[in-house]
């Protein structure tokens, strides 16, 4: 449940970038990784300070799992919209399998009858924004290739971090969502400064901060710090199975927002989307899958704030 809550808030994330569509995507970034870096460093301080920190690889993951996978996708969304993006976010789970299939010693192979159903999926989704007309072929391809940098970054970011938590006992997975929260805050200046520079905002104020506050919280801070407590505990094939919850908030909020219904073609590939990661489920099920022990340095530490 905890994996679900996290994923459900990540799918909130893309959600919302309609709701502040006029903002660059440089400026929204940096916006809200800006903010959740100070709240992050308040967090940090709070439940130990800065000392203990392996900042390269904060910064590394801050540059791969948040700040470049969240510029990628707000990119995406704006050239192809919404629900082919969240399609390609919902690729997650069997990508993530995959990857950590191999790693968990699992022949990846009992995952290709998921992606086929995946394929099916993008092509019906895909086929439904062409179709409803607001969208050229040239920016859907082009939102696609930009979703697709911006999963291949998170799942770098995911595997690496899964191992970086289940082998270092210097820190706890909640305090260590805080400390990449700050190297996020780093690499945001930069993208604030080129976002007013190059583009800036014509969203209302108001909007785009409530919008920003909300990202930076819920979506950031809090999904991570969840993410990271629950990613010590079960096998990493498995986790990915779980992220199938941020396509359907996703896809949930998009038409809520929107106002509309999906055609039935489109749902039809919001349907197979989630088909395809419960196929990978039922492969994964017939395997035995055993969660890494978690050392006793690992357990969250103070008062859960990181």
Excluded at 147 to 167: E, F
Excluded at 209 to 234: C, D, E, F, K, T
Aim: charged share 10%.
């Amino acid at each position: 449940m905890v994996m679900a809550a996290a994923g459900a808030l990540w799918g909130s994330s893309f959600a919302l970038v309609d709701l502040v569509g006029d903002t660059s995507p440089l400026l929204l970034t940096g916006l809200r990784f800006g903010t959740y870096g100070l709240l992050s460093a308040v967090a940090l301080w709070l439940t130990g300070g800065f000392a203990g920190i392996d900042w390269r690889v904060a910064l590394f993951h801050a540059a791969t799992g948040y700040v470049g996978m969240y510029l990628g996708e707000v990119v995406a969304i704006q050239l192809a919209g919404p629900a082919p993006t969240i399609a390609v976010i919902g690729s997650v789970p069997v990508i993530y399998a995959w990857l950590g299939a191999r790693r968990d010693g699992i022949d990846p192979r009992i995952l290709l009858p998921s992606a086929g159903v995946l394929l099916v999926a993008h092509l019906l989704i895909n086929v439904s924004s062409w179709s409803a007309g607001d969208r050229s072929l040239v920016d859907i391809v082009l939102g696609m290739s930009a979703a697709g940098l911006g999963v291949a970054s998170w799942c770098v970011y995911a595997l690496h971090n899964t191992n970086h938590l289940r082998t270092s006992q210097a820190i706890s997975p909640l305090r260590w969502s805080s400390a990449v929260g700050v190297a996020s805050g780093f690499l945001a200046v930069p993208l604030m400064i080129s976002g007013v520079w190059f583009g800036g905002s014509s969203d209302p104020a108001l909007g785009l901060a409530a919008v920003v506050v909300y990202l930076a919280i819920g979506p950031s801070w809090l999904a991570a710090a969840l993410w990271n407590r629950a990613s010590v505990r079960v096998p990493r094939a498995l986790a990915g199975q779980l992220i199938v919850f941020e396509p359907i908030c996703g896809f949930a909020l998009v038409h809520v927002l929107s106002g509309r219904a999906p055609s039935a073609v489109e749902f039809a590939g919001e349907a197979l989307l989630v088909v395809g990661a419960l196929v990978a489920l039922g492969s994964l099920s017939r395997v035995r899958l055993e969660p890494e022990p978690i050392p006793e340095e690992d357990q969250p530490v103070g008062a859960g704030v990181s």
